[in-house]
């Protein structure tokens, strides 16, 4: 079974600055894709970024990019110029085409706080 | 804008107590699926449906059942509720036919069992 780990349960980083969010997989499966999700305290699932396994380049959306290193096999998500409203919990998921269809696990989610 | 709607914001149930969890969504999705979520924990997939009457069991099926009777809808069934199943639950749904399509979500059920 695929596992997503996230190691880091808090993170905490100034007004502006830059963080990076860990994520790692474990699969055999040749095509498979990455996502990231925000969860505010408000309890939405907002998506923010996709890496598919064959991509060449890492993905990016606006502030931000995802690290997406295959042979670790570790996505790592960047936030660059943190903001204020950056603080939520942050959630990596794996996903594959289970026999045509597909199948989304999440990594346990790391809790990032921007201070002023 | 697609739409994951959960009939319930928060629900409390006592023990032994049969409950029903309902999600809709409004974009003629073919996936659904329904998570629990626990602090230090993650999403966990619970069940999820690729059409209508097929299912498929998540990773914590036991205690739990589902039904998609029409394409728009996917219920959560606890057919006697415990304690340990206290939790926020979420339903989410996307596109088929391809890994790389974002799962949308509902708000959201915090489940309280007494």
């Known amino acids: 079974a695929q596992k997503i780990t996230q190691t880091q349960p808090g993170m905490f980083v100034q007004e502006k600055e830059a963080v990076t969010l860990d994520c790692t997989y474990d699969t055999s499966d040749p095509s498979y894709g990455l996502f990231w999700y925000k969860q505010p305290s408000s309890g939405e699932m907002i998506f923010l970024i996709y890496q598919g396994s064959y991509d060449q380049q890492n993905a990016t959306e606006g502030r931000y990019s995802l690290n997406f290193q295959k042979a670790r096999k570790s996505a790592n998500l960047v936030i660059s110029a943190s903001q204020l409203g950056d603080s939520a919990m942050y959630f990596c998921?794996?996903?594959?085409?289970?026999?045509?269809?597909?199948?989304?696990?999440f990594g346990t989610g790391t809790r990032l706080l921007v201070s002023p | 804008d697609v739409k994951v709607t959960q009939s319930s914001r928060y629900l409390v149930k006592r023990t032994g107590e049969k409950v029903f969890l309902e999600c809709v969504q409004d974009?003629?999705?073919?996936?659904m699926f329904w998570y629990r979520q626990d602090p230090g924990l993650g999403l966990r997939l619970i069940y999820f449906s690729y059409d209508v009457k097929m299912k498929e069991k998540g990773d914590i099926p036991e205690g739990y059942s589902v039904s998609r009777e029409k394409k728009e809808r996917f219920s959560l069934i606890l057919e006697s509720a415990s304690t340990n199943q206290t939790s926020m639950y979420l339903c989410?749904?996307?596109?088929?036919?391809?890994?790389?399509?974002?799962?949308?979500f509902g708000q959201g059920t915090r489940l309280t069992v007494v």
């Open positions: 974009m003629d999705h073919e996936n």
């Open positions: 998921a794996f996903s594959r085409m289970n026999t045509g269809f597909q199948k989304l696990v």
């Open positions: 989410a749904s996307s596109f088929d036919g391809s890994m790389n399509t974002e799962a949308f």
